[in-house]
């Protein structure tokens, strides 16, 4: 995983012109349901902030390119949620672990719209939480409210800190 890691970010720090469409891509994955839990991303998209504050890459580029890859991931999701949970919760990995989609739901039936706003911050609460919206039948109007905002946030939160010279996570990981 630290191969995939480094390469991601050195293919980013070495080709700018891609460090846009490389954003957009891991922040989609990131907040997409089932493709979350394969991709490594948020771990990547702070290397790539790091890279922002040593390098010549451009931070508002690429926090919109991030913005706009997660809202999609989770407007993506929260569609899924509104026409497919049913066949979802019987595919891999909720079919095995059922706790997963029951924790977003959960959490989304407790706190609502905040649920989809903060859920974007928490680990796999990131994808299930639209999905369980859709499903529970949020209105679209409130659900992109909390949609786009919270993936500003969260662009920022992941890339800011590198792009203002503090330290970050990626400074601790194995070179």
Known sequence: MDVIIRLTQEFARDHAEWAGPIVFALA??????????????TIILIGIGALIGISQLAF???????????????WLSFWLGQHY??????MWPF?????????GHRFFLKWGVYGVFFGRFFGPLRAS????????????????WANITSAALWAASLLGPGALGLPTVINYLPH
């Open 28 to 41: 989609f994955a990131e907040s997409l349901v089932l493709i979350s839990l394969l991709v490594p991303a």
């Open 60 to 74: 508002i580029p690429l926090w919109l390119a991030a913005t706009l890859g997660a809202a999609l991931g989770d």
């Open 95 to 103: 079919a095995g672990r059922p706790d997963l989609l029951a924790r």
């Open 129 to 144: 939480v639209p999905l369980a919206a859709g499903a529970c039948g949020m209105s679209a109007t409130a659900f992109q």
């Open 85 to 90: 949970h049913e066949p979802i919760s019987r």
